[in-house]
C-alpha cells in the first residue's frame, strides 16, 4: 500500500534555530500534502495545504514565515520551523493525497525546543 | 462552518466487550468520514472510510462504522475488544470540494482492561 516516510521522528533543537522536517511518498506521487501539528492530549489541527510546484495554503492562524512549506516535487514535502521556541514544541505530522484520491499520513515528529 | 464532534474524550472497557465510539459532524457539503487510530508515539493510521454508497463500511482490525445522515454521525464500533486496541481514535471529516482538507475529532481514548 501507499507508504509516506516522514523524517526525524524525534527532534531536539535549540531556541532560535531552524528545524527542517521531510515526508516523502515512496510509492505513489502525492499531488497535495498537508501539514498538521497535535499538541499533547489534542486533536490534529491542519496547519497548511501544499500542492505540488505551488505556494501553500495556510490555515488561519498559522505564521506563513515561521512555517516554511515546500513541495518541489510529487514525492517530496519540507516543513521548516524557523526560529524555533518552546511553544513550537509539538507533534508534527503530514499526510499525502494521490492521483486516486487516497490519503496516507506520515508517522510524524515529535519536535522538542529548549 | 465544519467541525467534528467526539463526546467521549476517554472510554474504558473490558476486553471481550463490544465497543462504540461516537462521532458527530457538520458540515457544509457532502462529506467523505474517517476514523484513524493512533498509537502512543505513533502517526496515524487508518481503520475506515465512508465517501459514498453502502452506509455500513468495513474497516480494518474488525472495526466497523455506520454512517447516518438524519443524526451526522459516523460511529465506529468493534464487536469484541483486544487489548492491543488500546490508543486514541479520531474521526475526521473531508470532502473533495474544499481542496481535500481534514476536520478532525479531539479523540477518544481508549482502554481495555483485562
Known amino acids: 500500500g501507499a507508504v509516506v516516510s516522514q523524517h526525524p521522528s524525534r527532534v531536539i533543537c535549540k531556541s532560535g534555530t531552524s528545524v527542517k522536517i521531510e515526508c516523502r511518498s515512496l510509492?505513489?506521487?502525492?499531488?497535495?500534502m498537508f501539514w498538521y501539528r497535535q499538541f499533547p492530549k489534542q486533536s490534529l489541527m491542519l496547519m497548511a495545504t501544499?500542492?505540488?510546484?505551488?505556494?501553500?495554503?495556510?490555515e488561519q492562524g498559522v505564521e506563513k514565515d515561521k512555517f516554511l512549506i515546500n513541495h518541489a516535487s510529487l514525492t517530496l514535502s519540507t516543513l521548516t520551523v524557523t526560529s524555533a521556541h518552546p511553544e513550537d514544541s509539538s507533534f508534527y505530522i503530514c499526510?499525502?493525497?494521490?492521483?486516486?484520491?487516497?490519503?496516507?499520513f506520515g508517522s510524524g515528529t515529535r519536535l522538542t525546543v529548549v | 462552518a465544519q467541525s467534528v464532534t467526539q463526546p467521549d474524550i476517554h472510554i474504558t472497557v473490558s476486553e471481550g466487550a463490544s465497543l462504540e465510539l461516537r462521532c458527530n459532524y457538520s458540515?457544509?457539503?457532502?462529506?467523505?468520514l474517517f476514523w484513524y487510530v493512533q498509537s502512543p508515539g505513533q502517526g496515524l493510521q487508518l481503520l475506515l472510510k465512508?465517501?459514498?454508497?453502502?452506509?455500513l463500511v468495513q474497516g480494518i482490525k474488525g472495526f466497523e462504522a455506520e454512517f447516518k445522515r438524519s443524526q451526522s454521525s459516523f460511529n465506529l464500533r468493534k464487536p469484541s475488544v483486544h487489548w492491543s486496541d488500546a490508543a486514541e481514535y479520531f474521526c475526521?471529516?473531508?470532502?473533495?470540494?474544499?481542496?481535500?482538507?481534514?476536520?478532525f475529532g479531539t479523540g477518544t481514548s481508549l482502554t481495555v482492561i483485562p
Open positions: 501544499s500542492n505540488e510546484g505551488s505556494k501553500a495554503t495556510y
Open positions: 475526521a471529516v473531508g470532502a473533495q470540494n474544499t481542496g481535500n482538507q481534514f476536520y
Open positions: 510509492d505513489f506521487q502525492a499531488t497535495t
Open positions: 458540515y457544509g457539503a457532502t462529506p467523505y
Open positions: 499526510s499525502a493525497e494521490g492521483r486516486g484520491g487516497g490519503y496516507t
Open positions: 465512508y465517501f459514498s454508497g453502502d452506509t
